[in-house]
């Protein structure tokens, strides 16, 4: 250290001025990058990363909002859900069987549309609360509706 300020000594007042002046600029320069440049960045990118929050919390709401309007509703007993569900299958035509046990639906589906099968889920869902618990399908067509065969095991409500 003390080298170097008898160098420091040894220049003259211009050089001392000029060398003051470099050591000031590169402080102010690694300062400004790393200090402030990465806060302007994130200054500009908030507006998006904002909307992209609010995006989500209005699905958030929406989901929360459905699964409150599914607890509100009434619980269906089995005997009520079984009806539903087989009349529901005529949704899907006429190559669909379906098969109660005792928590559980099978249904046997043949050259099923994907349109009519998302539906019938959708419906089997509300109407009946029963979800899927198995799936095994096979996509049957390469056209502009694919058909679906397979069988799916469905759950029931509790009796």
């Known amino acids: 250290m003390r080298s170097l300020l008898a160098r420091l000594a040894w220049l003259g007042p211009r050089e001392q001025r000029w060398l003051l002046v470099g050591i000031c600029a590169l ?4 300062l400004l990058s790393v200090g402030v440049l990465p806060a302007v960045r994130s200054l500009r990118a908030s507006p998006h990363a904002h909307q992209q929050a ?4 209005q699905a958030l ?3 929360q909002i459905r699964a409150q309007t599914l607890q509100a509703r009434p619980q269906m007993d089995q005997a ?5 569900l087989q009349a529901s299958v005529s949704l ?5 069987e379906i098969n109660m046990s005792d928590q559980r639906a099978n249904l046997v589906l043949r050259s099923t549309p994907a349109k009519a099968l998302a539906e019938w889920l959708a419906r089997a869902r509300t109407e009946a609360n029963s979800v899927p618990l198995e799936a095994r399908l096979v996509r049957e067509s390469q056209a502009d509706e694919p058909l679906w065969s397979g069988t799916l095991v469905m759950s029931l409500p509790p009796r």
């Open 54 to 57: 609010d995006g989500q919390l």
């Open 80 to 84: 009520d859900a079984v009806n539903r």
């Open 61 to 63: 709401r929406q989901l």
């Open 27 to 30: 402080s102010l320069a690694v």
């Open 92 to 96: 899907l035509g006429g190559n669909t």
